[in-house]
């Protein structure tokens, strides 16, 4: 399994923006769906967006519009752009890899707080 380290978290106000970098510990070209999940306090993780191997993403309707998921392949690294953050949004972000064969691999989180 592959190894996903995140970073980029941390405390912001509403109305800003962060961007989240998960680091892979080998090539992700041939991962098939690359993504970010959220949990906040009391709640159950969600998916917020992801990325297939062929650029085709898919996106939590309260992440429409305001995040971007992109993938660089030569730098084994998936990013989620965050703009106009919420106090919603508050929450310990989690990369995730799936890859047929071979399951999910989860990274140890990074955690947003945004304030009002």
């Known amino acids: 399994q592959v190894q996903l380290v995140e970073s980029g978290g941390g405390l912001v106000q509403a109305g800003g923006s962060l961007r989240l970098s998960c680091a892979a510990s080998r090539r992700i070209f041939g991962i098939n769906v690359m993504g970010w999940h959220c949990q906040a306090p009391g709640k159950q993780r969600e998916l917020v967006a992801s990325i297939s191997s062929r650029g085709t993403t898919n996106y939590a309707d309260s992440a429409k519009g305001r995040f971007t998921i992109s993938r660089d392949n030569a730098k084994n690294t998936v990013y989620l752009q965050m703009n106009s953050l919420k106090p919603e949004d508050t929450a310990v972000y989690y990369c995730?890899?799936?890859?047929?064969?071979?399951?999910?691999?989860w990274g140890q989180g990074t955690q947003v707080t945004v304030s009002s």
């Open positions: 995730m890899s799936f890859q047929l064969g071979s399951g999910n691999s």
